[in-house]
């Protein structure tokens, strides 16, 4: 139980080093100040930095499978994308790393590659089956042709926006940046919707503000 423990111990904290500072700019001996054992406790349990990336990576994808349950086959409302984006956003904060310095990470690990290149295409076809769902109920007024260019967009907001927004302004928190990024969501969705519909984005435009 106690190796477990510690293990568990050992990828929280890295976990929050790695999205306070980047995978990058977190050493071993951080992590294991920071778990309050020692370098040799650490790589007992961890030979490389590699091996905790990878663990991080498979607790990001098992979390990531709940956020890609379809829509119900009930008629699908405003309501539950709002929770699908909510749920959406408390696993990109938790993984924030992962979309800080992609590039960088992916070069380092092939395995990171892999595993975002799933979460993003499953994500694209995830915001498709919301936005058909909606369609469907006429909800949404998207013409056929411009459905994948919209779910692109709303997939490149949800997973890049925190980033933009540490560019413009490097003190914006990360829970104000899933805000943004969630109004931002809204603000592309808004013009497509039913005229019964404007009213709810007005006031959720005033929430999310």
């Known amino acids: 139980m106690a190796k477990a423990n510690t293990r568990t111990r050992i990828l929280v904290n890295t976990l929050n080093l790695f ?21 040799g406790n650490l790589h007992y349990h961890f030979r490389r930095k590699s091996g905790l990336v990878e663990a991080l990576l498979a607790e990001f994808q098992a ?16 309501e539950d ?16 790393f992962l979309f800080r310095d ?22 694209t076809a995830v915001m498709q ?15 056929d042709k411009e459905v994948t260019l919209l779910c692109r967009n709303l997939v490149v907001i949800a997973l890049y926006s925190e980033r933009y927004d540490e560019v ?10 899933a805000l943004k990024a969630v109004r931002g969501i809204l603000g592309i969705v808004s013009p ?18």
């Open 192 to 209: 497509h919707a039913s005229e019964e519909l404007q009213p709810v984005f007005v006031e959720l435009f005033a929430l999310y503000n």
């Open 19 to 39: 999205n306070e500072y980047g995978e990058p700019n977190t050493t071993t001996n951080q992590i294991a100040d920071e778990v309050d054992i020692s370098p």
């Open 81 to 96: 994308f709002l929770a699908f984006l909510h749920l959406l956003f408390e696993v990109l904060n938790a993984y924030r």
């Open 129 to 143: 089956l919301y936005v058909e769902a909606l369609r469907r109920t006429g909800q949404l007024q998207v013409e």
């Open 168 to 177: 413009s302004d490097p003190a914006t928190s990360a829970d104000l940046s």
């Open 102 to 123: 992609t590039a960088t990470l992916v070069s380092a690990y092939p395995r990171a590659s892999h595993a975002l290149k799933g979460f993003s295409k499953a994500l």
């Open 63 to 78: 979390d990531a499978r709940r956020v890609f349950e379809p829509p119900a086959e009930k008629q699908t409302t405003l």
